[in-house]
Structures are given as structure tokens and as C-alpha cells.
């Protein structure tokens, strides 16, 4: 069965300094990658997702991300960190195979507190 | 463009009664879903569609019915509700029930109490 972590349940930072925000998986052949962000009282919003090629995907509000196929990995990065990107963060894999038996899978998310 | 609306915002139930969320998007997507979102659990899905007139079973599907008539609704119905589907439940929507690498559009969730 696939599986997402987010070994962190909480990230803090200050503002201008990078982030980082894990996330390791575990799927059955190659996988989709995505990352979501939630605002309070709000859907979930998407960021940015891996297919295929470029290991360095880039995203929303700067956000960019690194897939790691040996160690399983695909880590919300950003440069330089605003109060306005502390929100709940979920990362999300799909293994990639035909038919409605491919699931979407999300983490537990984990809650990124930016401050000034 | 409003994309993915949910209804109520809000809800009260007490255990033994039945409701329905509502799900509209105007998107013409073809796949729809709705996940219940617990703290620590992150999003469990519950029912999801891939086309009007075909629904199916997510991980967590039990006290839980779905429909899909039409392209644009798919709500989820309680059929007696308990304390334990106490929870925020989400329903959102793809393009193309094969388009396995596009995002899901969410809507602003409801958030459903069971007393």
C-alpha cells in the first residue's frame, strides 16, 4: 500500500530565512507528486506537482520542491520565508498506473509558523 | 468563476439523524471526490466519481452514500449520523477521470459536528 510522511508535525521559521518542509513517500513504481497548502477555514490549494523529468519543480508563491527517487523524497522548499506562508502543508503521491485503482494518498500534513 | 462550492458551511447534527452536503463545480470535471479531514489523519477519501452515473468506494466509505447525476453535483449523504463522523469534510474535483497527474480543486469544506 502507498504511504506519505511528513515526519514533522510542526515547522517554525523566521521570516527571510529558508524553509523546509518533508516529505517521503512509498509507492508502487514511479509516482505523481504533489503539494498542497490549507489556510484556515479553507480547501486545501494546489502548489506544485512532480510527473516526470526536471528533479526541481518549481511551484506557487515561490515554493519549489526536489524529488529524491533514492531516498523516496520530495521536500517543500523556499528561499526566503513571509508570514504569509504559515499555513498547513500536505504532501500527496499517486502511483502512476492506469485505471481508477490509483489512488491519491495524503500525509498528515504539517503546520509551517513563519515568524517576524 | 466559483469553482468548487460546498453547503453548508456549518452543521449540527445529533446522532441518529440523516443530512446531505452539497457538491457543485463548474468546471466540467469529470472526477469527483469528497474527503473527510481529521486532525492527525490528514485527508481520508470517502466516495469518489469518475463520471455522472458512476460513483465508488474510497477507504473510508461506511455510513456514507454518494449520487452523481449530472456533471456539476455530487453531494454526500448521512444516512444516520454518529459522533464519530465528527469531522471537516472536503469534496473536490479533477479535469478527466484518467487525468491521474492533474491537481484537485477543493472547495472550502463543511464543518460537520455529531452531538
Known amino acids: 500500500a502507498q504511504s506519505v510522511a511528513q515526519p514533522e508535525d510542526q515547522v517554525n521559521v523566521a521570516e527571510g530565512n529558508p524553509l523546509t518542509v518533508k516529505c517521503t513517500y512509498s509507492v508502487s513504481g514511479n509516482p505523481y507528486l504533489f503539494w498542497y497548502v490549507q489556510y484556515p477555514n479553507r480547501g486545501l490549494q494546489f502548489l506544485l506537482k512532480?510527473?516526470?523529468?526536471?528533479?526541481l519543480v518549481k511551484g506557487s508563491y515561490g515554493f519549489e520542491a526536489e524529488f529524491n527517487k533514492s531516498q523516496t523524497s520530495f521536500h517543500l522548499k523556499k528561499p526566503s520565508a513571509l508570514v504569509s506562508d504559515s499555513a498547513l502543508y500536505f504532501c500527496?503521491?499517486?502511483?502512476?498506473?492506469?485505471?481508477?485503482?490509483?489512488?491519491?494518498?495524503f500525509g498528515t500534513g504539517t503546520r509551517l509558523q513563519v515568524t517576524l | 468563476n466559483a469553482g468548487v462550492t460546498q453547503t453548508p458551511k456549518f452543521q449540527v447534527l445529533k446522532t441518529g439523524q440523516s443530512m446531505t452536503l452539497q457538491c457543485a463545480q463548474d468546471m466540467n470535471h469529470e472526477y469527483m471526490s469528497w474527503y473527510r479531514q481529521d486532525p492527525g489523519m490528514g485527508l481520508r477519501l470517502i466516495h469518489y466519481?469518475?463520471?455522472?452515473?458512476?460513483?465508488d468506494q474510497g477507504e473510508v466509505p461506511n455510513g456514507y452514500n454518494v449520487s452523481r447525476s449530472t456533471t456539476e453535483d455530487f453531494p454526500l449523504r448521512l444516512l444516520s449520523a454518529a459522533p464519530s463522523q465528527t469531522s471537516v469534510y472536503f469534496c473536490?474535483?479533477?479535469?478527466?477521470?484518467?487525468?491521474?497527474?492533474?491537481?484537485?480543486?477543493f472547495g472550502n469544506g463543511t464543518r460537520l459536528t455529531v452531538t
Open positions: 500527496a503521491v499517486r502511483a502512476v498506473q492506469t485505471g481508477t485503482a490509483s489512488k491519491l494518498t
Open positions: 473536490a474535483s479533477r479535469s478527466g477521470p484518467s487525468s491521474y497527474n492533474s491537481p484537485l480543486h
Open positions: 512532480y510527473i516526470t523529468g526536471d528533479n
Open positions: 466519481s469518475v463520471g455522472a452515473g458512476i460513483t
